[in-house]
């Protein structure tokens, strides 16, 4: 009787058993990876929010706030340091379009970098005595509506900015991500405007 498989009769002829290595993993895809980067920042950002507002809520006003000479009280220092803010924002905003080449036909120059970098300071600057005005002085009050818009955009503002921060300084992040970021934090800082500076215009007058 014939087998249906006769072997090979070439005697260098070895029979290979067939592989059972496990195959290799596969890489992330870079979009995933770029992704990734994001997760830290936007937790620390997450929690210096929630810390900004629990200290706000949890300390008792001291009702102590920032005075500088040339004004009339704290209230309108703030006020006043807020527009500064803001229209350094709004500085910062147009350099970064023009750097982006969204504005068209204007090219920009090369110092736009620097009237960036500078504007960005000059706006946290400013935004510190506000800070501790609102946080030390007043604290997180939910009173009325407006109080408590301008609370939340408050604890927002920050942590969007140190999200934002941190992610300028890491390699690898989404191009997308630099721009959103800046937007919100832009967006939280009109908004605080809206709710305070122009609030208080609208209903005292404007005055130093």
């Not at 992704?35 to 920042?41: C, H, I």
């Not at 970098?117 to 946290?124: L, V």
Request: glycine residues 10%; aromatic residues 12%; positive net charge.
């Amino acid at each position: 009787m014939s087998s249906d498989f006769e072997p090979p009769t070439d005697p260098a002829y070895r029979p290979v058993a067939p592989s059972t290595a496990p195959a290799a993993p596969t890489a992330p895809t870079p979009a995933l990876s770029a992704n990734a980067t994001l997760l830290v920042p936007l937790l620390v950002g997450g929690v210096v929010a929630v810390a900004v507002g629990v200290y706000g809520r949890l300390h008792e006003p001291s009702h102590i706030a920032v005075s500088l000479a040339g004004f009339s009280g704290p209230l309108t220092v703030k006020v006043w340091l807020t527009t500064g803010v803001l229209l350094f924002a709004l500085v910062q905003l147009v350099s970064a379009l023009m750097m982006y080449g969204k504005i068209p036909g204007v090219a920009a120059p090369s110092w736009t970098g620097t009237l960036h970098r500078w504007s960005g300071r000059s706006a946290f600057l400013l935004a510190v005595p506000v800070a501790i005005h609102c946080l030390y002085a007043v604290g997180l009050q939910f009173d009325e509506p407006r109080v408590i818009v301008h609370s939340l955009l408050g604890c927002f503002f920050f942590g969007a900015f140190t999200a934002k921060m941190l992610v300028l300084s890491k390699k690898g992040t989404p191009a997308w991500a630099l721009p959103l970021l800046g937007g919100l934090v832009f967006t939280a800082l009109v908004g605080l405007w809206l709710s305070a500076s122009l609030w208080f215009f609208a209903t005292q007058g404007i005055k130093f």
